[in-house]
């Protein structure tokens, strides 16, 4: 009795399971979330792309979660930003996936090979990580 109550638990919930931390983060208001996800379990690479329909309060508090801070031409990385820090990539991509290449309002966090960062244009929330 208690397995099946255990697999009717883990089954109820195995959506929010097996989201991504950054889907998870995503303000309850968010509207039109799409995802696309890459990931190599063998050498532990991965890339992620997210964009919703946020509100700039929505936004702000999303990068603050994240802990995301500006990007600024002067700022320094401990590696070089390219070829990591781009919203294009020549990864296989979808139709939603349709950022500016503008860096001017980026929003980075990066820890060793692990970039992720995020902005807002024309109301929808773009982020991006990837680990090489």
Not at 64 to 70: F, V, W
Not at 87 to 102: A, H, I, L, V, Y
Request: proline share 3%.
């Amino acid at each position: 009795m208690i397995g099946l109550v255990g697999v009717a638990l883990l089954w109820a919930f195995w959506d929010e399971l097996n989201q991504w931390g950054f889907r998870r983060a995503v303000p309850s208001g968010a509207q039109d979330i799409q995802e696309w996800s890459y990931s190599d379990a063998f050498i532990g690479d991965y890339i992620y792309k997210l964009k919703a329909k946020v509100s700039e309060d929505d936004f702000y508090m999303y990068i603050e979660r994240l802990g995301l801070t500006a990007h600024t031409t002067e700022r320094h990385y401990s590696q070089s930003t390219e070829p990591w820090l781009r919203w294009r990539d020549n990864q296989r991509t979808t139709p939603w996936w349709d950022p500016s290449e503008s860096l001017a309002t980026t929003f980075v966090k990066q820890t060793g090979d692990q970039w992720t960062f995020a902005k807002r244009e024309r109301g929808y929330l773009y982020l991006k990580s990837l680990v090489h």
